[in-house]
């Protein structure tokens, strides 16, 4: 499997964007799709994550109530729509997949390039 993110860009506080997660390959409804998040500086960490199947949906905290994440099947393409975004949101967006029910970066895998999205304040 490989993994495309895309969508990222430039967008002011209190401003909104959506990016995208590419799946091309061979996928399963149970695979469980996630989203992570690196800042200069700072180490991986988990942003939402959601199986192709439509459940097992998890956030974290610092993003709960502004981000929804979203699987299309018939496009193999998950979504990340963000909204209220705040400076400390800028970061480099990176899509993985797992087998298993984590929020550990260690046990996804097929790791994407990632996506840039900066706010500005």
């Known amino acids: 499997v490989q993994l495309q993110a895309s969508g990222g860009g430039l967008v002011q506080a209190g401003g909104s964007l959506r990016i995208s997660c590419a799946a091309s390959?061979?996928?399963?409804?149970?695979?469980?799709m996630g989203w992570f998040r690196q800042a200069p500086g700072k180490e991986r960490e988990f942003v939402a994550r959601?199986?192709?199947?439509?459940?097992?949906?998890y956030y974290a905290d610092s993003v709960k109530g502004r981000f929804t994440i979203s699987a299309d099947n018939a496009k193999s393409t998950v979504y990340l729509e963000m909204n209220s975004l705040k400076s400390e949101d800028t970061a480099l967006y990176y899509c993985?997949?797992?087998?298993?029910?984590?929020?550990?970066?260690?046990?996804?895998?097929?790791w994407g390039q990632g996506t840039l999205v900066t706010v500005s304040s």
């Open positions: 993985a997949v797992t087998s298993i029910n984590t929020i550990r970066p260690t046990n996804y895998y097929h």
């Open positions: 390959g061979r996928t399963f409804d149970r695979d469980v």
């Open positions: 959601i199986r192709w199947l439509g459940d097992w949906i």
